[in-house]
């Protein structure tokens, strides 16, 4: 069964430094997403990401977030200067089977535990 | 805005009984999914189950099954005969105007 796959499975940074995560969505899914689990919390909506653009994003995707597509594969999330507090699980999703709406069922990756110190 | 409420955060069943967890929501949407996912220790997002809010008829996947209720805005879980690997935390999720909106979860431990 196609799976969305996440890059890397965790990743260690200093405060202020860039990160880039990375996701290989599967590959017939149109819809993107982006979600944020601090630990032992709920799971957050960051942003999603369609026909080459953000659809939406919510209040915690400020200008330190930025998504990209690079290439027909990959979805990639940026986080230009990491503050404490993006420690987190960091979910990418995608959604498709054929409907390509919006209530489509989420398929996940396995997400990237992100730790800033 | 798109609200999605779990009042149970931990619940605890036998191995092979039955428990229900509760996901209640708020929607001004007429057609919608509701979705529970499971996210075991590995913190996967794995989906369990989902239902049609035009579909009058229960969501059921082999032990797993909803009993929605409309009106009431309701969507619970029901696992029957409850294995070891159940043991997760459950997230109700609704869609709105925005993507997925979850809920903040039920850890579900199973005894043996």
């Known amino acids: 069964e196609p799976e969305v796959t996440q890059t890397p499975s965790h990743q260690v940074t200093q405060m202020g430094q860039e990160v880039i995560l990375r996701c290989v969505p599967i590959s017939n899914h149109l819809y993107f997403y982006w979600y944020r689990q601090i630990l032992g919390q709920k799971v957050e909506f960051l942003v999603s990401f369609y026909n080459n653009e953000i659809s939406e994003k919510s209040e915690i995707f400020d200008d330190q977030f930025s998504v990209e597509r690079p290439d027909g594969s990959n979805f990639t999330l940026k986080i230009r200067s990491t503050k404490l507090e993006d420690s987190a699980m960091y979910f990418c999703?995608?959604?498709?089977?054929?409907?390509?709406?919006?209530?489509?069922?989420?398929?996940f990756g396995n997400g990237t535990r992100l730790t800033v110190t | 805005a798109q609200t999605v409420t779990q009042s149970q955060p931990e619940m605890s069943v036998q191995e092979a009984e039955t428990v229900t967890l509760s996901c209640t929501y708020d929607t001004s949407e007429s057609d919608y999914y509701l979705f529970w996912y499971k996210q075991p220790p590995s913190r996967q997002m794995i989906l369990v189950i989902r239902?049609?809010?035009?579909?009058?008829q229960n969501a059921t996947e082999n032990r797993f099954s909803v009993n929605f209720q409309k009106a009431a805005k309701s969507f619970s879980l029901k696992i029957s005969d409850s294995q070891l690997g159940d043991a997760a935390m459950y997230f109700c999720?609704?869609?709105?105007?925005?993507?997925?909106?979850f809920g903040k979860g039920t850890r579900l431990s199973v005894i043996a």
């Open positions: 999703a995608s959604d498709g089977e054929g409907s390509a709406g919006p209530n489509s069922p989420l398929h």
């Open positions: 999720a609704s869609p709105g105007n925005t993507p997925l909106v």
């Open positions: 239902q049609e809010a035009y579909k009058q």
